[in-house]
């Protein structure tokens, strides 16, 4: 009896190891190296195809977060100023069209999503810390934020290995526009404060669109030869 | 952000030529989908409508346009004095002037479009329309929050396969994406939504949104025609596009011989079925098993009832097994009738003496010094058959030993006396032949009330008394407990049936040579009840000894329980005592007390002598039993 409680125990934690492995192992849990081997290439394509899937996701995540907020918060109290609020990545130059997005090299194309992306880090880290400060979090909210942080950071470092693999050898510097509306965020006021929460929002969700688009368009380009 | 929105309220409540070109502020409303309106009251117009933006959009993310109503009165409107200006914000600042629309034309009447020059996404825009110069709508949007595409083109169909039934078949509808939407390039991404109907209906059945542009439709009837229409809209978005042109499918009619209608639910067999086989059932749950239906449809209802009693009792009248049966529930107390009731009640547990003898009422009343002694005796001191309850009406009742449970009871005409009795009877394991009526004169008599003394000196008399119930404890027990109360003197001396006392008192005095030294000591400790013999052997042993010590307690004590009998008596009683001594006489079971002495012990009257033997000496009559009061006069001189 002792003999094979001892053997089963080895054989579930055996298992145990092995599925902490397999599944701690990818970290967009795709099968990106079946080999196993360390420096494995993983296609372009099905890099482009994961980052669109993330940043589609990120966007339906961040429309729905503006909508629900809107419909709890923003009734009422008459948030009309979003049209002249800016967000703090208006600064990065950007395409504003398609002939814009068009004509710009890919490769400027991916570091100005990279910049996006990483300048939506810290305020997508402190969304998430105050809204759950909220009073009555709403769950809605609080876990669309969680998940969007989250993959925001999937999708930086997915963008980083296309990046690297498109361009490879090229270290840009790490440019990014920074946020500082995090003292708007805690203000007293509820009012100010509601509609700091709101713009921020509504920028996330632009900015969620606009790097949905561009890489879109960089993976028909890339991957389809501009035949999606 | 303050100044703006400063600005803003001004120029609104301002009316002024001077917007056109002029710092004006942008307007600042809400959504596009919600027209936020703050309407110049109007000038210049008679109307009570207003130009109202209806809707802004976008088909394709490249360029937009924006529509809105016409005023009601269009005769009284110029028609060209509506305007529209937008502003948008470049980087971060607004540009300072509002700029009118470029194309007021290409996009139809009573609207504005804005080419793909004029065009940026994900730039705010403000808009507002003007009537005369003055202002009456403003929105603000941004170009990808109003994307609606076109709708899709070119659809077609294409017959996949038919069943074998050949009822149904699946069709695969393709279509074009709107052309202007450029999804070749990624720039937009569509999702389609389907829906189809049988061409005489008038509800549209809808599919899931699809990403491709063809899709399959399953399960459409031959026989009939469908039309099907696609409407699209961008990935992400709330809002769908136009729907396309109808397409009209027409599906090949199959032979004649093609099988008939659907199979429809045969409800109607259904409920005959059923409606027969519950019958069916009901008929045989009434006439098989009768009884357990009736039980089940109609439970009986529980009628009173008394555990354990059964109702014929109740009827026939049968009171007292109903009392006895109920005498086991908490709180009920029959009546207590006059005939034999509280003796019925005396319990008498002869089997088993050693159980009698713990916690006997006698070493309640006594110390626990005494406890040892009525241990030793296992004898039952059970007096609760005695009618000691002495009373001078007590019944005189005929008394048999063995049925000494049911001993008459003495007539309780006053309430001491019944007092009395429910003390007697509470104490059960007295000694029978002393101690109730010791116990019951001090109540009765305005003596002093000592009846522990008396028990003690009943319970000594009964130690003198105990090795001979010891060597017989059964036999002998069966008499000795109880007696019935025969007479209650009218002195107050309580009369005792004989019953077989012979043989108790025949023990007694026959153990009692063993028990002579203690003669002495019980002389001088005054207990109270002597058999005769004893008296008598105690007498010849120690002649003058008795004479000092029966002197001693003979009337000098305070505490002596004397009745009338006893005062008229005590004195010849010595000579009583005399005459019986000597003889065995046969004594009567039971003895009236005479004379209550404490804290010695009782004196009996002697019971009939054949011969008065006087005996002034004697002070003390001892006889084995009771004797009764007229015996006790014919001994006494």
């Known amino acids: ?9 080895a054989g579930s934690l055996l298992l145990l190891l092995l599925s902490n492995l397999l599944l701690c192992k990818g970290t967009a849990s795709l099968p990106i190296c079946p080999n196993g081997a360390a420096n494995c290439q993983v296609s372009l394509r099905d890099l ?38 800016s967000c703090h990545t208006s600064s990065l130059p950007t395409p504003e069209d398609k002939e814009q997005a068009q004509q710009i090299h890919h490769e400027d194309l991916l570091r100005v999503v990279l910049r996006v992306l990483r300048s939506w880090n810290t305020p997508l880290y402190h969304l998430v810390s105050e809204v759950r400060g909220m009073q009555e979090a709403p769950d809605a909210i609080l876990s669309r934020a969680i998940e969007i942080e989250e993959q925001n950071r999937r999708l930086l470092e997915g963008m980083e290995k296309i990046v690297g693999q498109v361009h490879p050898g090229i270290k840009e510097n790490e440019v990014y526009s920074v946020w500082s509306g995090l003292p708007s965020l805690q203000m007293a006021d509820e009012d100010a404060r509601l509609f700091a929460f709101y713009n921020l929002l509504h920028c996330l969700r632009r900015d969620s669109h606009k790097i949905d688009n561009y890489l879109k368009l960089l993976k028909c380009r890339i991957i389809y030869d501009s035949n999606c | ?63 937009f346009s924006c529509h809105w109503t016409d005023g009601v009165h269009h005769g009284l409107t110029s028609p060209g004095s509506v305007q529209l200006f937008y502003i948008r914000r470049s980087t971060q600042e607004w540009t300072q002037e509002w700029k009118e629309c470029p194309d007021y034309v290409s996009a139809g009447e009573n609207s504005c479009y804005f080419n793909s020059s004029y065009t940026s996404i994900w730039i705010p825009y403000c808009i507002k329309l003007t009537n005369n110069g003055g202002t009456v709508d403003q929105k603000c949007f941004s170009v990808e929050e109003i994307v609606q595409p076109d709708p899709p083109i070119s659809l077609n169909w294409t017959l996949l396969n038919i069943s074998l039934t050949g009822i149904h078949a699946d069709i695969q509808v393709r279509w074009e994406p ?36 063809s899709v399959p439709v399953y399960s459409l009837r031959l026989d009939k025609d469908y039309e099907v229409r696609v409407r699209s809209r961008q990935r992400n978005s709330e809002k769908y596009g136009e729907f396309s042109e109808v397409l009209s499918v027409t599906l090949p009619q199959m032979s004649p011989f093609a099988c008939e209608e659907d199979f429809q639910f045969p409800w109607f067999l259904i409920i005959i079925f059923g409606i027969f086989g519950l019958t069916a059932m009901l008929f045989v749950f009434i006439f098989s098993k009768q009884q357990r239906i009736k039980m089940l449809i109609l ?93 001078p009406d ?24 019944d007092l009395l009795c429910l003390d007697q009877k509470n104490q059960r394991d007295l000694p029978y032949q002393d101690i109730s009526p010791a116990a019951q004169q001090p109540h009765v008599v305005p003596a002093e009330d000592k009846p522990r003394s008396l028990l003690a000196g009943e319970i000594e008399s009964t130690l003198q008394a105990a090795p001979s119930q010891l060597s017989n404890p059964n036999s002998l027990a069966n008499i000795d407990f109880y007696a019935q109360v025969s007479d209650i003197t009218p002195a107050g001396s309580v009369v005792l049936s004989p019953g077989q006392k012979n043989k108790a008192g025949n023990s007694q005095c026959d153990a009692h040579p063993e028990v002579s030294p203690l003669c002495q000591a019980n002389f001088l400790m005054d207990n109270a009840y002597f058999c005769e013999a004893d008296a008598k052997k105690c007498i010849t042993t120690a002649p003058q000894v008795e004479r000092e010590s029966r002197a001693v307690p003979s009337f000098n004590q305070e505490d002596i329980y004397i009745t009338t009998e006893s005062l008229t008596t005590t004195a010849g009683r010595s000579g009583a005592v005399a005459a019986t001594s000597g003889s065995e006489v046969p004594v009567p079971d039971y003895t009236s007390i005479h004379l209550v002495q404490s804290p010695q012990g009782l004196v009996l009257n002697t019971a009939p002598l054949p011969v008065p033997v006087p005996l002034p000496d004697k002070e003390f009559l001892s006889s084995c039993g009771y004797v009764s009061t007229d015996q006790l006069n014919k001994i006494m001189p």
């Open chain 1, 1 to 9: 009896m002792d003999s094979k409680w001892t053997l089963r125990k």
């Open chain 1, 48 to 85: 482009f195809e994961r980052a669109v899937i993330l940043s589609h996701y990120i966007h339906n995540l961040s429309s729905e977060m503006f909508n629900e907020f809107d419909k709890r918060y923003a009734q009422g109290r008459g948030f009309i100023t979003k049209a002249i609020n």
């Open chain 2, 1 to 63: 952000m303050d100044l703006w929105q400063l600005l803003l309220t001004v120029a609104l409540a301002g009316s002024s030529d001077a917007f056109s070109g002029s710092e004006a502020t942008p307007a600042t409303l809400g959504r596009e989908s919600k027209s936020l309106h703050r309407v110049h009251p109007g000038l210049g117009t008679n109307s009570s409508w207003k130009p109202k933006f209806t809707k802004c959009r976008s088909p394709e993310l490249e360029t």
């Open chain 2, 178 to 213: 709107p052309p202007n939407a450029d999804v070749q390039k990624g720039w937009i991404v569509l999702e389609y939504e389907l829906q189809y109907k049988e061409v005489n209906e008038t509800q549209w059945k809808v599919m899931d949104p699809v990403l491709s542009t």
């Open chain 2, 299 to 391: 439970p009986p209802v529980p009628v009173p009832k008394i555990k354990g009693i059964d109702p014929d009792l109740l009827k026939e009248g049968k009171l007292e097994e109903v009392n006895t049966i109920l005498a086991i529930h908490d709180g009920y107390k029959p009546e207590f009738f006059n005939d034999d009731s509280w003796v019925e009640f005396i319990e008498l547990d002869i089997d088993d003496p050693d159980e009698k003898t713990e916690g006997s009422d006698t070493d309640r009343l006594l110390s626990n010094n005494h406890e040892k002694s009525l241990t030793i005796l296992g004898a039952k001191d059970d007096d609760s058959g005695r009618t000691s309850c002495y009373e």
């Open chain 2, 394 to 417: 007590l019944l005189e009742t005929d008394f048999k030993g063995d049925e000494i449970s049911e001993a008459a009871q003495p007539q309780r005409s006053e309430g001491e006396a």
